[in-house]
């Protein structure tokens, strides 16, 4: 009798055992699930946000088209967004925002990529385009870097431009030419050294056709890079210029200088842009995200090139 009544209460306490075990799996299932739920719907709701916050962009951008052809510092779209709470672009009408987007936050920035010099601008025509070549050399020298990697990016853009558009072929020809870039982080490609890249990356830019450089929003040691006998010095003296008034024309960049004889061609030289890079970043609870767009304007359309996600470092994902 006793040996019966023990192992029905061991039977017993495995039975509760066996229910706790379950019912804490059951929770624990239950938990991941609205956890699950809950980080795809921050997700979907990001992607959104981002998006709506890229279309801004883009409409700003078509409204500087629409009121001058010139583009510099001063306009609406240089002025850098800096994180405000999302409900404050809402007015009155915050009560459209869910509960968890009461707490998103946004910031973002428009830079014009004619400020920096393009390096598909290196060849025309698959040979070296001389004034390139020697604005490149200017830009290296002045930021002491190796003028042999310089040399092995022509070369490896040459390669790059003349392999066959398919990339689907795996011949062993087109195995031998390097991959084009589409930004300054993977001119690594082209041959170049960790360090250059680096030292480059707010000076230059690859975009899909040549392009000339904005002398309204370049920084003075790309102006300083860009034209022939302008020293740094008088670059400097000309980005201090253009901020009380920008240049309308060519023709007053070299009255601003002072040169009667200052080098500038409409193929290197211009007052206005076509390509932009956006760049939004959303505060979700604890959740970064960021886009990345490029985007191309011909007239009053603004169409993107790209769109890249990315998670800022030292961002905390879901």
Same mark, same amino acid.
């Not at 860009?226 to 009255?255: C, G, T």
């Given at each position: 009798?006793?040996?019966?009544?023990?192992?029905?209460?061991?039977?017993?306490?495995?039975?509760?055992?066996?229910?706790?075990?379950?019912?804490?799996?059951?929770?624990?299932?239950?938990?991941?699930?609205?956890?699950?739920?809950?980080?795809?719907?921050?997700?979907?709701?990001?992607?959104?946000?981002?998006?709506?916050?890229?279309?801004?962009?883009?409409?700003?951008?078509?409204?500087?088209?629409?009121?001058?052809?010139?583009?510099?510092?001063?306009?609406?779209?240089?002025?850098?967004?800096?994180?405000?709470?999302?409900?404050?672009?809402?007015?009155?009408?915050?009560?459209? /925002?869910?509960?968890? &987007? !009461?707490? %998103?936050?946004?910031?973002?920035?428009? $830079?014009?990529?004619? @400020?920096?010099? =393009?390096? #598909?601008?290196?060849?025309?025509?698959?040979?070296?385009?001389?004034?390139?070549?020697?604005?490149?050399?200017?830009?290296?020298?002045?930021?002491?870097?190796?003028?042999?990697?310089?040399?092995? /990016?022509?070369?490896? &853009? !040459?390669? %790059?431009?003349?392999?066959?558009?398919? $990339?689907?072929?795996? @011949?062993?020809? =087109?195995? #031998?030419?390097?991959?084009?870039?589409?930004?300054?982080?993977?001119?690594?490609?082209?041959?170049?050294?960790?360090?250059?890249?680096?030292?480059?990356?707010?000076?230059?830019?690859?975009?899909?056709?040549?392009?000339?450089?904005?002398?309204?929003?370049?920084?003075?040691?790309?102006?300083?890079?860009?034209?022939?006998?302008?020293? #740094?010095?008088?670059?400097?003296?000309?980005?201090?210029?253009?901020?009380?008034?920008?240049?309308?024309?060519?023709?007053?960049?070299?009255?601003?200088?002072?040169?009667?004889?200052?080098?500038?061609?409409?193929?290197?030289?211009?007052?206005?842009?076509?390509?932009?890079?956006?760049?939004?970043?959303?505060?979700?609870?604890?959740? #970064?995200?960021?886009?990345?767009?490029?985007?191309?304007?011909?007239?009053?359309?603004?169409?993107?090139?790209?769109?890249?996600?990315?998670?800022?470092?030292?961002?905390?994902?879901?």
């Amino acid at each position: 009798m006793k040996a019966q009544r023990g192992a029905a209460i061991l039977t017993a306490m495995l039975l509760v055992t066996l229910v706790a075990t379950l019912s804490a799996a059951a929770l624990w299932q239950q938990w991941r699930a609205i956890e699950v739920e809950t980080a795809e719907r921050a997700s979907a709701q990001s992607r959104w946000l981002l998006q709506g916050a890229a279309d801004w962009a883009r409409l700003i951008l078509r409204e500087d088209a629409r009121n001058a052809t010139v583009d510099h510092l001063g306009e609406p779209w240089a002025v850098t967004l800096q994180e405000a709470q999302l409900s404050s672009f809402l007015g009155n009408s915050t009560e459209a /925002l869910g509960e968890n &987007l !009461q707490g %998103a936050y946004l910031s973002g920035q428009i $830079t014009d990529l004619q @400020s920096r010099l =393009n390096v #598909l601008n290196l060849v025309q025509d698959g040979r070296v385009h001389a004034p390139t070549l020697q604005a490149f050399g200017r830009l290296f020298e002045a930021l002491q870097l190796p003028p042999a990697e310089l040399m092995v /990016l022509v070369a490896q &853009l !040459q390669a %790059a431009l003349a392999a066959p558009e398919s $990339t689907t072929s795996t @011949s062993a020809g =087109n195995l #031998l030419h390097p991959l084009l870039p589409r930004s300054p982080e993977q001119l690594a490609w082209l041959g170049l050294s960790a360090g250059t890249v680096a030292r480059l990356q707010t000076h230059v830019v690859v975009l899909p056709e040549r392009t000339p450089v904005n002398l309204n929003t370049a920084s003075a040691l790309v102006l300083h890079a860009s034209i022939p006998a302008l020293d #740094l010095a008088l670059a400097q003296r000309l980005v201090q210029s253009r901020a009380q008034n920008h240049f309308r024309s060519l023709a007053d960049v070299v009255q601003a200088s002072g040169i009667a004889e200052l080098a500038l061609n409409d193929g290197m030289h211009s007052v206005g842009s076509r390509y932009f890079d956006v760049r939004v970043r959303l505060r979700l609870g604890s959740v #970064l995200s960021q886009e990345h767009t490029r985007m191309q304007r011909e007239g009053l359309l603004v169409k993107a090139l790209w769109t890249t996600r990315e998670t800022p470092q030292g961002a905390s994902v879901q």
